[in-house]
């Protein structure tokens, strides 16, 4: 809403996820074209892949987002929360997931239970939701890349 107040001229406004128009974290990887044809799929390699994602899917911006979507202050609780939603991404983790990946969200129950009785107890179900499902998309558009990328280097 910011970027668009600036861009349209000076309108206010409140937040209601109810009516985003929803981008998502699926553009990861989309151009895997700069791996070099037979070059090794590493963790640098995940590194320069969210370079080429769009900017919510790099950690501080997601949770920056999310800070002022939901009114997060609790520095420690966005930590916490990043750390559950961007957690792992290594190629030996992502590469060692079952094809085809299993069909209930990614890391969904490790966030759920943290928003029971660890460090997200309490929290707002829009901020538990959004985190389940950016943990999702977020790995499967890591996988799908890397699985391409390695495809391509034999």
Do not use: C
């Amino acid at each position: 809403m910011d970027s668009l107040s600036r861009e349209r001229g000076g309108f206010t406004g409140g937040f209601d996820p109810s009516f985003a128009i929803s981008t998502d974290m699926s553009r990861i990887g989309q151009n895997v074209g700069g791996h070099a044809t037979g070059a090794a799929v590493t963790d640098d390699t995940i590194r320069q892949l969210f370079a080429l994602a769009q900017t919510h899917a790099r950690p501080q911006e997601w949770t920056k987002r999310v800070e002022k979507a939901y009114g997060v202050t609790d520095a420690a609780f966005s930590r916490d929360l990043e750390r559950l939603v961007f957690a792992g991404l290594t190629t030996e983790k992502l590469s060692g997931l079952p094809n085809p990946l299993p069909t209930p969200p990614i890391g969904a129950k490790l966030i759920e239970n943290e928003a029971k009785k660890g460090t997200l107890k309490g929290a707002d179900p829009g901020v538990v939701a959004t985190a389940k499902a950016s943990r999702d998309v977020l790995v499967r558009s890591l996988v799908a890349a890397i699985r391409a990328l390695q495809a391509r280097s034999g």
